[in-house]
């Protein structure tokens, strides 16, 4: 069974930071572009950051300025979202995904085939 499984979310103050993993399992992702997404409450889902296969190329939402890093690690099927400096509008799901269809990412949800299911991150003011 083919698995995206996310982990790291939770409470955190305003300026604080959460690292997000997402560890992938069922088949090998290694070469698969990764992304990742978040939906708050009542808004469509977004684009947060994105990386190729190998690592070398990283896309990120214009929110992000700077304060998110995105890496992976091939050889243990996971990707990793460190997240600083958070504040109150980056409340919302996060979610992992992987296009199977290319190394280079994209910012495109749809082109995005496996997802995980998702972990909250709150950050209070």
């Known amino acids: 069974q083919v698995q995206l499984v996310e982990s790291g979310g939770g409470l955190v103050q305003a300026g604080g930071s959460l690292r997000l993993s997402c560890a992938a399992s069922?088949?090998?992702?290694?070469?698969?572009?990764m992304g990742w997404f978040r939906q708050a409450p009542g808004k469509e889902r977004e684009f947060v950051a994105a990386?190729?296969?190998?690592?070398?190329?990283?896309y990120y939402g214009d929110f992000v300025k700077g304060r998110d890093t995105i890496s992976r690690d091939n050889a243990k099927n996971t990707v990793t979202l460190q997240m600083n400096n958070l504040e109150p509008e980056d409340t919302a799901v996060y979610y992992c995904?992987?296009?199977?269809?290319?190394?280079?990412?994209?910012?495109?949800?749809?082109?995005?085939?496996?997802w995980g299911q998702g972990t909250q991150v709150t950050v209070s003011s």
């Open positions: 995904a992987a296009d199977s269809k290319r190394r280079i990412p994209t910012k495109y949800q749809a082109n995005y085939d496996y």
């Open positions: 069922g088949r090998t992702f290694s070469l698969d572009a």
């Open positions: 990386i190729s296969q190998s690592g070398a190329i990283k």
